[in-house]
C-alpha cells in the first residue's frame, strides 16, 4: 500500500489538515522529457484536492534522497509536464517539511476519531461554555470526568476547530488549549 512510513505520514498530515477534500493516491503517471531529453514517466505519491478547489500533485521523498538524487531539478521538468487538467500545482514533501510531532498528532487524530463518543463531546460542548481560556487538557479532561474518553474528546475537538491547541509539539495532557480559531 505506501512505500515508506514518510508517505503514511504525509497521508495523516494531509488529512488532518482539514483543507483536503479528495484524495487520490497513485495516480495516473505524467509523460515528460528530462534534462538530457529522454522522454521519462513520473508517477506523484498523491492528487489531492484542497477545500478552495485547487488540485495539488505531490511527490513524496526523503529530503537527503532529494538532495542526492537531484530530484527537485527532476521536478522542473515533470512540472512543466503537468497539465492544468491534472493539477494547479506540483509539490514535493520531504520529512523536513513538517515535524515528527505533527505526523504522529495526525495519526492520532485518526486513531481518537474511531472511538469517538458523542456522549461526551456534547458533555465537552457544554463545559466549554463555562470556561476560560487558556486551559490545559488535563483540566479539560478532569472537568468532563471521562478518562480516557475525555482526552480523546478535547483531541478531536482541536483538530476539528472548537479548540485550538499546538500541534507541532506532542499533544498531551499538560498541552495549552485555546478557544477555537488559529492561535
Known amino acids: 500500500m505506501f512505500e515508506s512510513r514518510l508517505e503514511l505520514n ?15 493516491e497513485q495516480p495516473p503517471s505524467v509523460t515528460y522529457y528530462d534534462a538530457n531529453g529522454k522522454r521519462r514517466n513520473h508517477f506523484f505519491d498523491f492528487l489531492i484536492q484542497r477545500a478552495s478547489g485547487r488540485r495539488v500533485a505531490i511527490a513524496v521523498k526523503p529530503a537527503k534522497i532529494a538532495q542526492s538524487e537531484g530530484f527537485a531539478d527532476e521536478l522542473c ?17 520531504t520529512d523536513q517539511c513538517f515535524l515528527r510531532a505533527e505526523a504522529i498528532n495526525a495519526e492520532r487524530y485518526f486513531d481518537f476519531a474511531r472511538y469517538r463518543s458523542a456522549d461526551v463531546a456534547d458533555q465537552l460542548h457544554q463545559v466549554l461554555e463555562t470556561i476560560s481560556f487558556p486551559t490545559t487538557i488535563a483540566e479539560l479532561s478532569q472537568k468532563l470526568n471521562a478518562g480516557g474518553q475525555g482526552f480523546r474528546a478535547v483531541f478531536l475537538a482541536i483538530y476539528e476547530g472548537q479548540l485550538n491547541a499546538d500541534k507541532t509539539s506532542i499533544i498531551n495532557l499538560q498541552t495549552a488549549v485555546y478557544a477555537g480559531g488559529v492561535q
Open 10 to 24: 504525509v497521508l495523516y498530515v494531509l488529512l488532518a489538515s482539514g483543507d483536503v477534500i479528495d484524495l487520490w
Open 77 to 93: 521538468f515533470i512540472r512543466q509536464a503537468v497539465s492544468k487538467n491534472f493539477a494547479d500545482d506540483v509539490r514535493l514533501v
